[in-house]
């Protein structure tokens, strides 16, 4: 863990999850807040050490990794806070993660956790794509959804903050089957992320990078690997159901999913899978004895 300069205005704390923070004139803006406040802890130590001020918070998505810290920063700071549409209905009502994880049922006592729901944060501001200020701060921010519904990133002195609109290979391949809620949406974030410019960028999780194009065209080639291995799943077996399917992808990736809050996450990014799929047209589903089942489309 460690507090990184990259130009006269950019920082970011750099740790499983990255904060970033940026300063002009007397406007100190943070990105991200760590996932609780014992990590954003760290961060306000080492603006205070260095005399830098924080004015501002900018949520760039609504998981609690992400979040988690920002009360506690809230309630040591008169901070502005921003986040993005859609995603600042989660901040403020942060039980909807686990409830829609849990598919609409009362979450149970397990998924209450700090994993899944942050302390509720007060939102000051709704952000959506185009140029911002922040104070004395003026940034461009776009959306990249995949990960997250309207993820957004943020673009700073020409410094890329993309929150989780990609992650660094050993963060793929540490969880084996990244979290997504939309392939599609993924991979559309990916590409425009090539199109961008900026020079240099930190992913949320990861390091920072000058030119991050071979680390984004390795996430490309990582999900096009898990879509292929699903497709070929789905030839052999036929016509399999969505609870088999989870079970056998989690299977042969072996995951790390040893509860309930693990698995309904690896269970919504294999959907995600199946349904970019279908999107392509290269599967169907039909429901059969009430249950959801997938098969190869007859050609």
Known sequence: MSFQQINTSCFYYQSSVNIGYVK??????????????????????????????????????????????????????????????????????PALEPLYLFGGNDPLPELKNKF?????????????????????????????????????????????????????????????????TDISKTIESLKRLRTLPFNGSVPGHGVFEKDPSATIQSNLNYHQGLLNWLLEYIKEEGEVSQETIVSSMCKHFDVHAPGLSQWLLYKTAVTAYLLGLMDKGLIEDRFVDYTWVFYVKCQ
């Open 116 to 180: 899944l729901q942050g302390p509720p944060l007060k939102i000051d501001s709704v952000v959506e794509e185009g140029p911002v200020s922040f104070g004395e701060i003026s940034a461009d921010v776009f959306c990249l959804p995949g990960h997250s519904y309207q993820q957004m990133a943020i673009k700073i002195n020409d410094t890329l903050y993309a929150a989780d609109s990609y992650f660094s290979e050993e963060t793929l391949f540490k969880h084996r089957i990244p979290y997504i």
């Open 24 to 93: 002009q004139g007397d406007t100190g803006l943070l990105i991200d807040a760590g996932i609780d406040r014992s990590s954003v802890k760290k961060v306000l130590k080492e603006l205070r050490k260095r005399e830098l001020p924080l004015t501002h918070l900018f949520i760039t998505h609504a998981h609690a990794d992400h979040y988690g810290g920002g009360a506690y920063v809230q309630d040591q700071y008169n901070v502005h806070t921003s986040a993005p549409v859609f995603e600042e209905a989660v901040l403020r009502n």
